[in-house]
């Protein structure tokens, strides 16, 4: 399994700024990389390419080599930021698991999720507990990347180290691969391989 | 004593957000508040300064100054002596340009050259003051609201989750603002999941969880172990990444009693069953039966 | 809330059967009894042809409401789906539904209906066709910008990179979300058609006179008012004004409900 940006290049609208240059990478599916940029380098939209949400303006993302398909299940998954805004505030949590690709009972009892959580609404839940779910959802069956995209930073420290504790261990059995991008140095240190520094 | 807080309790609908919550601020103190998202941390901010909506009920004592802090006192003291510095951009007015909206909208020429000297001393050039808010970056706009906090000479600051969304350098940045403040002589209460940055920069750091206080205790405090008491503020130090990253289990509880008496080791039958009261150790104070020290009032 | 929603339509309904059994009271003359100001035999009075005005206001106003809810209906439908389409088709389809909206708005109401209600024969179908082409404009734009602003939501494309169909997502995800909407803006389109069937039908352009709906009660009433005839525009005007009231009251409820249920 291999994930590769062959020179991908950015930008929102002709004309405008380019938020991507020139950016080239692979990574496989045994291999847990750290991303560690400035703000405003443009990490949500790297993650947001390599798992299909926007397409490059020019350049090409690669999975085994070929491009990633715009339909049906998607092998890269994303893990957003901000976990309330990544769930509908219409569903409750059964129905919003559900949406995942046959989550198996294991997952979500690894991740701490209670049975009452699953027929409560989003706003009742905290951004941890959120959180938890998102991942949850994530890990279908067929995931083989997974981009965490600052997905701890806004939770306690407790919190994040349950989560990634438990993260750490599920791509370890499934052979998923991880690509992390996160301020804290430390903590990539702790969950990745190896990291690398954009500028 | 600047700030004391005494009894608070804050109940919104039927749900308990704070639970006998208690606070002391002196002058040049920089004191953080430690708190999980979600566990009513910002609500504490507003209730200070009285801008919660009406289903919000807070009780119990505030006195600044030695004064309780009753309506007629906050509107005179308010943006002037006791200033919040709110969490995001949509607390700036969208259509009006920053300068002015530092200088509370005064023209006159002492306000303008306060502004330029504030906007030179955190690094932001002169252009800015004519631009928009939609214009400035995440660390701009923080330091656009400490400005117009220093436009008086403010003795109280309180800061709303002052850096998420700011990566870790800039966020360091902000919050050392908040401690030369605190150094001219203000008192700062800073509000934050981030515990990472608060032991950082602040002198006392309160951790709460669930809406209560576990510990209150010298930010030095934490550079071991050993000089914590809590068991979740241990927790807490466990789960650093540069402490170890443990992985520990503790789940959201409702019953009586301390919430961690099912994990901690110390624990007893009581734990469970009552009302756990505060004691103080040395400086802290600790929400635990077998912290040792003596019994508190609180 | 709920009761109350109850009630008005339980009375609405009242209003249409009533109307429904005085059919052919409504047209029986009795040129003995003309002119007969409100007592307790004739509550409304009568006409100048001595035909009781109660019943001829009970069969105008379910007339009136069954001309509502057809063309609110008609209406509504047709903004979801010019919404819908606008939506989700491609750029150029956006354009052009865009642009009829803007210039259906643009138009002058009243003269598009009185348009097209005589050239599609003056009867009661024609009435609904003309109320139903000149309503949906507000809405589909309403359920456009909606749905705009969901296909951009992150739980959406989340769950369209889950392998979700666009069918799902749309019943799933959008649906939910629009459907309250929807349902508010169909009770209140339904006051207006209601006064809009009554005004062209009062000068002229609308129903014919052999049918009793209110607008042709206060289009008749006019030529005796200024004899002291009063009651022949009083009450059935009274009762066009309470009947849309009702709607106003119904579309204020669902709209209250629906906010609360969302804001838990």
Redesign the interface.
Known sequence: MLLEAKNVFFRYDKKGRWILENISFTMDNTQRIGIIAPSGFGKTTLCKLLSGYIKPTSGSILLNGTPLSQKGYCPVQMIWQHPDLAVNPKLIMKEVLAEGNDISKEIISALGIQQQWLYRFPNTLSGGELQRFCIARALGKGTQFLLADEITTMLDLITQSQIWHFLLQEIEKRKIGLLVVSHDIDLLKQVTTEQIYLK | MLLEMEHITITAGQKNILKNFFLNIKEKELVALVGASGSGKSILAHSIIGITPESVICSGVIKYKGNILTEEIKSKLLGNEIVLIPQNTSYLDPLMKVGMQVAKGKKDKKHLQKVKELFQKYNMEHSVINQYPFMLSGGMTRRVFICSALMETPKLVIADEPTPGLHKEMAQKVVSHFREIADMGAGVLMITHDLELAISTADKIIVLYNGEIMEVTKAENFKSEHTLYHYYTKALWKAMPKNGFQNITIYRTNEKGCPFAQYCKKSKKQCITDEIPYFKKEESIIKCLFAGGEKQCY | MKKRIIWIIFVLCAFVIAGYFCKEYALVTDFTNKNISPCIRYPFGTDWMGRNLFFRTLRGISISILIGVTSASISTMIAILFGTVSAFGNKEIDTIIVWLIDFMMGLPHILLLIVVSIAAGRDIKGVILSISLTHWTSLARLIRSELLQLKA???????E????SKFYLFQ??MI??ILPQCITGWILLFPHTILHESSITFLGFGLKSNQPAIGILLSESMQYIVTGRWWLAVFPGCVLVFVVLLFYDIGKCFQKYYEQK?G?
Do not use: D, E, M, R
Not at chain 3, 161 to 164: I, V
């Open positions: 939501s992150t739980y959406i494309q989340v769950a990179k889950l392998g979700k799933k995800h939910p979300h969302s838990v």
